[in-house]
């Protein structure tokens, strides 16, 4: 689960700004900056403006403009040029919510790492690996995330995002699985399809794989989620977990183990004889980044069923 308390972006910024229902443009005013021909629409002197006279009809004289209204609207400061949208549009329900910690925008301004500082957050690293204490791991190498208000993030751990090193393509799938998530990595010809092993409903997945399936891989704790799961209002802020998960030291220990199974399966490959071998492991340490390009088809698709099925026999 994330420690972060903090369910809103702070680079998200509200502003109550006024604008007129009968304008022929509409434009949006900062109270804090009405300019002082716009204050006629405060007093009654709004009836000597042209829009509101054509559409009084006989309205009896107020002190202000029946047709100036309030709104209050959102709007990043981080992002150049972002628009403005009303504070209750599903546009910013991300920003309101722990979601924003998996947003593009607020990674590259490297908040993340600020907050990691602010909490002590010391990841541990196995053989080069990260493994992130927060997350609950499943055995085919997925992770799952729970912020402080039940919004859910899954993404691959980074030991698949080691061995793969590049992926061609980002594909979603829910077709077979029900309310299991899906996904297709496709790397130098060949397929690796995860299924995560819980059932999630589904709000959004990370479009933005499509167009650089590498941040998968590169930043596979943060830019590169998959999966995310915004509970509607009402509904309890901490789902079920999911049932076979793994966190803490448990995590660890079996992240050890995998390693030197992943170790153990390249030094068994009929490959590992052959000339380039170099690149699959190196002697008495972590296996190579990327060295499953190197694999041929039968042993890429048996190293997907060793590793990267939810089916424990294979432990």
């Known amino acids: 689960m994330n420690n972060n308390t903090t369910t809103k972006c702070p680079f998200l910024k509200d502003t109550t700004v006024y604008y007129c229902e009968v304008s022929p443009i509409r434009k949006l005013v900062p109270i804090d900056a009405i300019s002082e021909e716009d204050q006629r629409c405060l007093s009654n002197k709004y009836t000597s403006c042209e829009a509101a006279r054509e559409h009084l009809n006989g309205l009896q004289e107020l002190d202000r403009c029946p ?4 709104a209050v609207m959102s709007s990043c400061s981080a992002a150049p040029g972002a ?29 993340g790492a600020v907050d990691k500082r602010k909490k002590g ?3 541990p690293i196995i053989e080069g690996i990260e ?10 190498h997925m992770w799952l995330d729970t912020g402080e208000d039940g919004v859910i993030h899954v993404g691959v751990d980074a030991f698949l995002a080691r061995v793969l090193g590049e992926v061609d393509r980002v594909q979603f799938n829910f077709g077979k699985n029900g309310k299991k998530p899906a996904v297709l990595l496709r790397t130098q010809g060949m397929d690796l399809y995860l299924v995560f092993p819980g059932h999630l409903e589904v709000t959004e997945t990370n ?16 830019g590169g989620w ?9 509904f309890p802020s901490h789902p079920a977990p999911v049932s076979g998960l793994m966190g803490g030291k448990m ?9 030197t199974r992943m170790n153990g399966f390249i030094h068994d490959l009929p490959s590992r004889q052959c000339e380039g071998s170099e690149r699959l492991a190196a002697d008495g340490g972590t296996f190579h980044e990327g060295f499953a390009q190197f694999l041929d088809q039968r042993d890429f698709y048996y190293m997907h069923n060793m590793f990267f099925t939810a089916n424990e026999s294979h432990r």
């Not at 047709?67 to 309030?70: N, P």
């Not at 628009?83 to 979601?99: D, G, H, I, L």
């Not at 493994?131 to 085919?140: D, E, F, K, T």
Request: glycine fraction near 4%.
């Open 67 to 70: 047709f100036l209204h309030t």
């Open 83 to 111: 628009k403005p949208v009303p504070k209750n549009n599903s546009v910013t329900s991300r920003c309101n919510s722990s979601a924003y910690l998996f947003c593009d925008t607020y990674l590259r301004m490297g908040q």
């Open 121 to 123: 957050v010391d990841e």
């Open 131 to 140: 493994v992130p204490m927060h997350l609950a791991y499943s055995m085919n």
């Open 207 to 222: 479009r933005s794989l499509a167009k650089n399936p590498r941040k998968l891989l590169e930043d596979p704790y943060g």
């Open 226 to 234: 998959l999966f995310e799961s915004i509970p509607p209002p009402g």
């Open 251 to 259: 995590a660890m220990d079996w992240m050890r183990d995998e390693i």
